[in-house]
């Protein structure tokens, strides 16, 4: 019986080896941790945003890098393949706002617990706190791998399934790099994707926590937009995080290259000028005998109102029925577009993805194999392959996972 060895019990490895199992290979998983899916357990903010319900095309369409590398895997192993699978071994799911779709008990560990379902079903040995340190091949085809303990593991195919490198304490050390590095494959340069981003402006440390819903972030680079994004932001101690800016991140992250980066955001989408400046009269006509710094509670939330006033060049103490149209005129005009500069992303370690990764010049997209190396499979995020928030990332390791699975 050929034996097959996967490297990483992450979503990747763990599809993978059942999958290779329920074909009859005799398969052998390697997870460096005393658990599986580490990393599984705080996807989702520990509920797991397992895929995305839209059709395929909407799925490629999320795919920030290197969609067409994708389309065989998707394809062979869609969202509703991933959802039956998880049905078939104990957990049901939902779909929620944006086609996402969560375990039902909104539990992650349950995604983890029909995945090991799933590989025990089909006899896969698995094996914990086993540390992989290496490949070993002869005449351009894989013969085994060299443990930590200094053991030697033989087999005729190896799957690697290692991760990334961001939120290394899951496992996800980068380890897959380093692998295919040794034998000659290329590493597209690894950086942070879907990741907080730093801001230059003072202000930002006093908003610290400040969540904002329903406002728009717009990325300008000479001149040019660059991407807005719609909805939820979180001030923090160094910049801005959220959904809409780990989105933004994807988008900006290639002109972020030692430059900076004008933002603009919006706090009242909703409305256009005409609406706003009108709502605006209205609540300086109610607090028209108040000071500027007592008129905003209506509009704003109360940590936003110094950075504002301070932004409007107006005298907080300034009596509300002396602020002069233009000063209201440029007050609106804040609303809409207060300005943020951006200088950086967070580092990799925090980043939701790697993005760069092994080469897929160097990869058969129908199978996963390695173009260099016979019997080497690569999946999931140690793949040059990266997606935006909404269960589109899981997705990748899922499809690519089986396809590796029902190839080796
Ligand atoms: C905070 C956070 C939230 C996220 N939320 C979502 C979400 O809701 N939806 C979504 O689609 N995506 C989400 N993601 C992304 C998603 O988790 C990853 O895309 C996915 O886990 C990648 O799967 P993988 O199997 O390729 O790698 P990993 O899940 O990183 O698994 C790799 C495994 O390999 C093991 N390993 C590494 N090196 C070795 C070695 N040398 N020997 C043995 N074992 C080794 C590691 O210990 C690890 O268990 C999130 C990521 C983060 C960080």
């Not at 034996?3 to 599809?15: D, R």
Request: charged share 25%; glycine share 8%.
């Amino acid at each position: 019986m050929e034996k097959v060895v996967v490297i990483g019990g992450g979503a990747a490895g763990m599809i993978a080896a059942g999958t290779a199992a329920s074909r009859g290979k005799h398969v052998i998983l390697l997870e460096k941790n005393d658990k599986l899916g580490k990393k599984i357990y705080i996807t989702g903010k520990g509920r797991c945003n397992v895929t995305n319900n839209s059709d395929i095309e909407e799925l490629l369409n999320h795919v920030t890098t290197n969609k067409n590398f994708l389309y065989s895997a998707f394809y062979t192993f869609t969202n509703d393949d991933l959802i039956q699978l998880l049905n078939k071994y104990g957990t049901s799911t939902k779909v929620e706002r944006g086609n996402r779709v969560f375990p039902k008990s909104d539990k992650a560990s349950d995604v983890i617990k029909a995945l090991e379902k799933y590989m025990v079903s089909y006899d896969v040995d698995i094996r914990l706190n086993t540390e992989v340190r290496g490949i070993l091949t002869q005449d351009q085809k894989v013969m085994g791998v060299k443990l930590a303990n200094e053991k030697i593991i033989n087999c005729d195919k190896i799957i690697i399934a290692t991760g990334g490198m961001s939120y290394p304490t899951t496992g996800s050390t980068g380890d897959g790099y380093k692998f295919a590095k040794k034998i000659d494959h290329t590493i597209k340069p690894l950086k942070p994707a879907l990741v907080p981003l730093e801001i230059e402006e003072d202000w930002i440390k006093s908003l610290q926590g400040l969540s904002l819903k329903n406002v728009s972030l717009k990325t300008m680079y000479k001149n040019k937009e660059v991407h807005t994004e719609f909805g939820e932001m979180v001030f923090t101690h160094f910049g801005i995080s959220g959904p809409i800016v780990l989105s933004m991140s994807s988008y900006i992250s290639d002109y972020l290259n030692n430059k900076k980066i004008n933002a603009f955001l919006n706090l009242k989408p909703a409305l256009d000028e005409e609406k706003l400046d009108k709502r605006m009269i209205r609540d300086f006509e109610k607090y028209s005998k108040k000071q500027f710094k007592n008129a905003l509670s209506d509009l704003l939330p109360s940590k936003l109102i110094p950075v504002i006033i301070q932004l409007s060049g107006i005298q907080e103490d300034k009596y509300v029925n002396q602020i002069t149209k233009e000063e209201r005129k440029g007050l609106v005009n804040l609303f809409f577009n207060l300005p943020i500069t951006i200088t950086k992303t967070r580092p990799i370690k925090e980043a939701i993805i790697t993005s760069g990764g092994i080469d897929i010049k160097e990869i058969n997209p129908s199978t996963m194999e390695s173009k260099k190396m016979e019997g080497l499979y690569f999946t999931g995020e140690v793949l040059d392959v990266d997606a935006l928030t909404g269960g589109y990332n899981l997705q990748i390791a899922f499809s690519t996972g089986y396809l590796a699975g029902i190839s080796v």
